[in-house]
């Protein structure tokens, strides 16, 4: 009897005592979160995280899901999630987000389809948060063969608005024109009204009828009816 009691009162405080998964304190979970998104972005971009919210407390099994947007700079979005009672369960938070990173920026004026170098691109840190949808370049290897698109200013961030590979073929360039059947080819030179990459379809004329037509990138400078 006695000790049935004793099993008794030590399952009680079992029940009474313990606890269930300790929801996360404030600065734990502001840790997990920026462990998370910095999957997204390596040890280049520092991240400050501000404004953290969630609409309840959450365990610290939870794991984090479904973050928006990607990259996760500015305000993001995600969720918590774990399993309670063999049950998943969610809960949606969000974050203020903002980066900071050594990336390329103009050295100099950098004008149109001129190539990036040293001479006019230096490593600079800077807030990316804004540069979310454009990107950035965090090395040379990322910049290197690239060029202007447009006239860059001083101290802008390089990106896929102001920079990009050069064309096999450029807007306004004068290509060659291969018309080739069997042993027979024929050379022409036409302009390129369009700028285009390898197989690509662009338009040029013939600088003398002033005709139109559609050709495809065949190679640098070159271009074939077929």
């Known amino acids: 009897m006695y000790h049935a009691l004793v099993s008794i009162l030590l399952l009680w405080a079992v029940v009474l005592f313990a606890k269930p998964n300790a929801p996360v304190s404030p600065s734990e979970f502001k840790e997990r979160v ?3 998104l910095q999957q997204d972005f390596g040890t280049q971009v520092e991240l400050n995280i501000t404004n953290l919210s969630s609409r309840e407390s959450v365990p610290d099994n939870a ?3 479904n973050v928006h947007p990607i990259p996760p700079l500015g305000l993001v979005s995600f ?3 774990w399993t309670e009672n063999e049950v998943v369960k969610k809960v949606p ?3 203020s987000v903002r980066g900071f990173a050594q990336v390329a920026v103009a050295k100099t004026q950098i004008k ?3 190539p990036l170098s040293a001479q006019n691109v230096k490593f ?3 807030e990316v948060t804004h540069h979310r949808n454009t990107g950035f370049y965090l090395d040379w290897d990322a910049v ?3 060029r202007a698109m447009g006239f860059i200013t001083p101290g802008t961030v390089i990106g896929s608005n102001n920079a990009a590979s050069p064309k096999a073929v450029a807007a306004g360039q004068m290509v060659d024109l291969i018309y080739q059947k069997g042993n027979l080819r024929i ?3 036409v302009k390129a009204l369009d700028g285009g990459n390898l197989y690509q379809w662009i338009r040029v004329q013939n600088p003398r009828s002033m005709k139109v037509f559609q050709v495809k990138v065949s190679g640098t400078g070159e271009v074939t009816t077929r």
Do not use: F
């Open 124 to 126: 600079q840190k800077v």
């Open 112 to 114: 149109h389809q001129e």
């Open 34 to 36: 920026k462990l998370r």
């Open 79 to 81: 969720d918590w999630m």
């Open 63 to 65: 794991v984090i899901s």
């Open 187 to 189: 050379t022409g030179r």
């Open 93 to 95: 938070a969000t974050a």
């Open 144 to 146: 290197s063969g690239l």
